[in-house]
């Protein structure tokens, strides 16, 4: 079994690499994805990768809720699992809450007026050998 040292270290190493998983998952995404659905994705893979809950119910320690869950229903079934799930469930419905209030404030498109252009044209410079010329 664990002691405190190797259970803080591989909690530390699950956390960390779960961490930058997100990040790069939500950079690479960010690229091509828009703003809110970049949050929802982002936003459920943390909830899916970094919600604790205990493996059984005399246990001190925590693990990761989704490799419970899944190791429960591979051994005991749905009703083993369900305890697993139940913070997964919340935690998942909680981040889609979120997604949506911030798509809907932060990352919301503004609306253009009509009659301007969506984006300002760039102005046009003359090339740098260029001579101007005189009227």
């Known amino acids: 079994m664990l002691n405190d040292s ?3 270290t591989a909690i530390c ?6 961490a930058v998983l997100i990040m790069y998952i939500g950079w690479w995404l960010g690229r091509h994805w828009r703003a809110g659905w970049v949050t929802l ?3 459920l893979l943390a909830a899916l ?9 005399d246990v ?15 051994t005991a079934g749905v ?6 799930l139940r913070p997964l469930i919340f935690m998942s419905g909680a981040a889609v809450v979120i997604a949506l209030l911030l ?4 990352f919301r498109r ?5 009659g301007r252009p969506a984006r300002p044209k760039p102005r046009s410079r003359p090339a740098p050998g260029a001579r101007a010329r005189k009227a």
């Open 13 to 18: 190493i699950y956390v960390g690499s779960a």
């Open 79 to 84: 009703e083993g699992a369900r305890h697993a």
């Open 103 to 106: 798509s809907m404030t932060v």
């Open 49 to 57: 990768l970094l919600t604790p809950a205990y493996p059984k119910v």
């Open 41 to 43: 994705v982002v936003l």
């Open 6 to 8: 190797s259970y803080f």
């Open 60 to 74: 001190d320690t925590m693990a990761p809720a989704l490799i419970v869950a899944a190791f429960q229903f591979l």
């Open 110 to 114: 503004r609306r253009v007026p009509k």
